[in-house]
């Protein structure tokens, strides 16, 4: 009998350390889980944030849509978009530093394919460099070049901007 007693008081031990680790290990599981599902959310969030509207050799360009915005012109009374730019090296050779990039910050006209660069700030990694603001100015207006990546970009952009000011209405 006391060999008896001494197998079921082993047995219950057992499962007691047996029960314990796999808890222990679900709770890892499920933080882990957590961790992933914030990270691909993160990246779904950035991924909705900017929208590529044009591509080269060099670079890709990306729409920041969450600051997109028209406004009114400071003299002239018509809209005109205010935009940042998301400027990216293109990968060569299947390599590229994701943490070198470049803001840029433009107005854009759309009574006239023309648009004006207010500032932009190049992130290499460590701390950012800005551009100084330029003041704005009518002058400052660059008329953009047929088929150049200026207008392919602006022509995204006004697309773009118009199609969620649709979306926007609607609901």
């Excluded at 944030?49 to 990306?62: P, S």
């Excluded at 590229?96 to 840029?104: H, Q």
């Amino acid at each position: 009998m006391k060999k008896f007693v001494a197998f079921v008081m082993f047995l219950l031990f057992g499962c007691m350390i047996f029960s314990s680790i796999c808890q222990a290990m679900g709770a890892a599981n499920i933080s882990e889980k957590k961790e992933k599902n914030q990270i691909n959310e993160q990246q779904d969030m950035t991924a909705e944030r900017y929208v590529l509207i044009y591509k080269d050799d060099e670079y890709n360009y990306y729409l920041d849509q969450v600051t997109a915005k028209k406004m009114n012109h400071p003299y002239l009374k018509e809209e005109i978009l205010d935009v940042w730019l998301k400027v990216e090296n293109t990968p060569k050779n299947g390599y590229a530093d994701p943490v070198i990039y470049t803001m840029k910050h433009y107005y854009v006209r759309l009574k006239e394919k023309q648009m004006q660069m207010i500032n932009s700030v190049e992130f290499n990694g460590e701390n950012p460099t800005y551009s100084p603001d330029e003041t704005y100015r009518e002058k400052n207006w660059k008329t953009l070049v047929p088929s150049s990546a200026e207008e392919s970009c602006y022509l995204k952009i006004v697309e773009l901007v118009n199609k969620t000011e649709g979306k926007t209405k609607k609901k």
